[in-house]
Nanobody, 127 residues
Framework: QVQLVESGGGLVQAGGSLRLSCAAS????????MAWFRQVPGGEREFVAA????????YYANSVKGRFTISRDNAKNTVYLQMNSLKPEDTAVYFC????????????????????WGQGTQVTVSS
């Protein structure tokens, strides 16, 4: 079982940038596909970005493509979400998620695919 801890959220003006981090416990981090999701109060959890265990494949929601970048450092057991050109509609609680994969090239975009979740970090973008 892996434990996930997000950090890096905060308040930023529209057009600004933030980098979220998600630190994972365990010694086989590269065996986990990782993803970021976000959720606003009263809303459903929304897929943001995913990355394969090896880091070689990534996938983004259309709403963030070209502005957000997901990456990982398997030596540090950490996945990142670099968020640029932030918009007020990016305001949400951001969660990282993990699942074990047999193929390090796989990633997943559905929330139900991930059994492990962090506690979330708040991102607020002011206009």
């Amino acid at each position: 079982q892996v434990q996930l801890v997000e950090s890096g959220g905060g308040l930023v003006q529209a057009g600004g940038s933030l980098r979220l981090s998600c630190a994972a416990s365990g010694r086989t981090f590269s065996s986990y596909a990782m993803a970021w999701f976000r959720q606003v109060p009263g809303g459903e959890r929304e897929f943001v970005a995913a990355i394969s265990g090896s880091g070689g494949r990534t996938y983004y929601a259309n709403s963030v493509k070209g502005r957000f970048t997901i990456s990982r450092d398997n030596a540090k057991n950490t996945v990142y979400l670099q968020m640029n050109s932030l918009k007020p509609e990016d305001t949400a609680v951001y969660f990282c998620a993990a699942r074990i994969v047999l193929n390090s090239g796989n990633y997943y975009t559905g929330g139900k695919e991930y059994p492990y979740w962090g506690q979330g970090t708040q991102v607020t973008v002011s206009s």
